[in-house]
Each structure stands twice: as structure tokens, then as C-alpha cells.
């Protein structure tokens, strides 16, 4: 499997998992909120936050636009909504310069192709593809031509529309998560196993987990199956206003979701059999013949 490097980290078999802290839009277009979530994850161990780009007049569908919501902020469409939970250049000049000081990596998922243009002012080490943008081939090669790798997230799509995403993008640099889109999603539905079928059907390429369930065990169960990269959402409180905050983890988890997640990595070994040193006395004394 080849190594993909992201920033400072190389990402594939053997070495560390990069565990990303999802922050999504669960700042709700708070800075504030935003910068708490990247001092979380950065305490928890997280090797990067993530962010959701989306220019609302490309990417809210038409039929979507002017349907009404209660939000904390009162009632509004969805367009507007969607307005309020999008940070514009100076937020993000802030979050870039926060994220340096506090020594965590950035970057976005594009939800549109200016989403690119606009990401690329900030140097990021790295794109995602959300699991929503899998068949949307011009924004993958928009993405990819970037030049930096890609993680594509292959929730609600069809091994075939993921083989197609491939296909067109080529191996090189390329990261694929599997994922399930349901938020929260039911244990039964996760589907572990189908990282030992991407990992065989992509073998050049990294495969990781980006998950929404509640809970920290099957992210763990993911690593333990070689997921060799791990996203969760991350949120100051499950219980906070939004549609990912009770699929996410509090910093609390996160902590637990990384060193956790250090420790399995260091236990799975290399499958090589041999008598430890800290075995011999043992050895010495029970065995009979
Ligand atoms: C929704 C996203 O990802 P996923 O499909 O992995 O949940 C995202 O990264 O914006």
C-alpha cells in the first residue's frame, strides 16, 4: 500500500492513524465555538480539525432554498441558514493562525468547486470529499488537481459509484474512508468489514473510517480492522443545537478516542511470531517439557 504524506505525517500501513476532529458546522457559525473545538482537539491528541466549505448559492439544491427552519436564531429558510453556519475569509484567517498556535492541522472538505478556489488561499495540507460529493466527478477533479491528496468518503454510494470516483481520479495521493451517512448510525449498520474490502479492492491506496455512530468502540473496532485514518465529529456538548452534534464525540471522548486508539495501534504488532523477553520467566516455570 502506498504512503500518502499529509503535511508532517505520512498516512498508510505502519504508521500512526491520523485521527481528524470533524468540527463540521458545529460551531453553528460561532468563532468562538469553532476555536474551543480546536483547542479540544488539539489537547485530545488530534492530528487535524476539519471543516465543512460550501458556497450556499452553488450548493443548496433550489427546492431546498426557501423551506423554513427554527434555528436558535429564529425562524429562517434553509439558504439562510445555511449563510449563518458559513465562515468567510477573515474567520478562517483566524482559525489558521489559532490552529498554528495551538501546533493542530487544518483543512476542509469543498462542497463545491469555488469551495476549492476559495480553500486554497489557506494552503491546506490536505482535501476531503464529503460522502454527499462521491459522484460529483467535476468537483473530484477540481479537488484532486489541486495537487495535495484527497480523502473521498464513500458513505451512501454504490461500490460501483466508488470504483467510478477512483477510476477517475487515479490511485496516487488518493485516501478513501468508509463510511456510513446515517447520523447517528446504528451499530448494525456500520459495516466494519468493509475496510478489509476496500483495503483489497484499492490496495494502493490508504483506506480509513470516518464514522457517526454514537460511541467510541466500533471507531476503535475500525483501527483494530486497519483503518489507518479516523474522523469523528467533534462538539463541545452532544446535546447542543444542530443535526451532527448527538452523532458527535465531546473532547472528553476525543481523549479517550486517541489514546485508545495509541494503544491499539502499538498492540496489533506485526503478526511475526516470537518468544517476548518478559515471557521467559514465565516460560521457565510453567512449561513441563
Ligand atoms: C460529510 C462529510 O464527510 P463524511 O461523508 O465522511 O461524513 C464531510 O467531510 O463534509
Known amino acids: ?6 503535511g ?55 427546492d431546498q432554498r426557501t423551506i423554513e427552519r427554527d434555528t436558535p436564531w429564529g425562524r429562517m429558510t434553509y439558504m439562510d441558514y445555511r449563510y449563518k453556519v458559513e465562515f468567510g475569509f477573515d474567520d478562517y484567517s483566524e482559525i489558521d493562525a489559532y490552529c498554528r498556535e495551538q501546533g493542530i492541522a487544518w483543512f ?26 462521491l459522484t460529483d466527478l467535476a468537483l473530484l477533479k477540481k479537488t484532486k488537481a489541486t495537487g495535495r491528496p484527497l480523502i473521498i468518503s464513500t458513505g451512501m454510494s454504490t461500490i460501483e459509484e466508488v470504483d467510478a470516483a477512483v477510476n477517475e481520479l487515479g490511485r496516487d495521493n488518493l485516501l478513501i474512508a468508509h463510511t456510513n451517512s446515517t447520523y447517528p ?50 462538539t463541545l456538548d452532544r446535546a447542543m443545537w444542530g443535526s451532527d452534534q448527538a452523532a458527535s464525540v465531546e473532547i472528553s471522548g476525543m481523549s479517550r478516542l486517541v489514546s485508545n486508539i495509541r494503544d491499539i495501534e502499538k ?3 506485526d503478526g511475526v511470531k516470537r518468544v517476548y523477553d518478559g515471557e521467559a520467566a514465565a516460560r521457565k516455570k510453567l512449561r513441563r517439557v
Not at 22 to 32: A, M, P, R, V
Request: charged share 20%.
Open 108 to 133: 476542509a472538505s469543498c462542497w463545491d468547486e469555488e469551495a476549492v478556489d476559495f480553500m486554497e488561499q489557506f494552503n491546506p495540507p490536505c482535501y476531503k470529499a464529503a460522502s454527499a460529493s
Open 8 to 62: 508532517n505525517s505520512m498516512v498508510g500501513d505502519g504508521h500512526r492513524v491520523y485521527v481528524i476532529a470533524e468540527i463540521g458546522i458545529n460551531h453553528n457559525g460561532s468563532l468562538e465555538v469553532a476555536k474551543k473545538l480546536i483547542e479540544g482537539a488539539a489537547q485530545a491528541g488530534c492530528d487535524a480539525v476539519k471543516f465543512q466549505k460550501r458556497t450556499p448559492e452553488l450548493c443548496v439544491p433550489m
Open 267 to 269: 498492540s496489533l504488532g
Open 1 to 6: 500500500m502506498a504512503d500518502v504524506k499529509i
Open 185 to 234: 448510525c446504528p451499530v448494525e449498520e456500520l459495516n466494519l468489514r468493509m475496510i478489509h474490502t476496500l483495503q483489497q479492492r484499492y490496495p494502493e491506496n490508504p483506506i480509513g473510517y470516518s464514522g457517526h455512530e454514537v460511541g467510541l468502540a466500533t471507531t476503535w473496532a475500525a483501527v483494530a480492522l486497519g483503518a489507518t485514518f479516523v474522523e469523528r465529529h467533534v
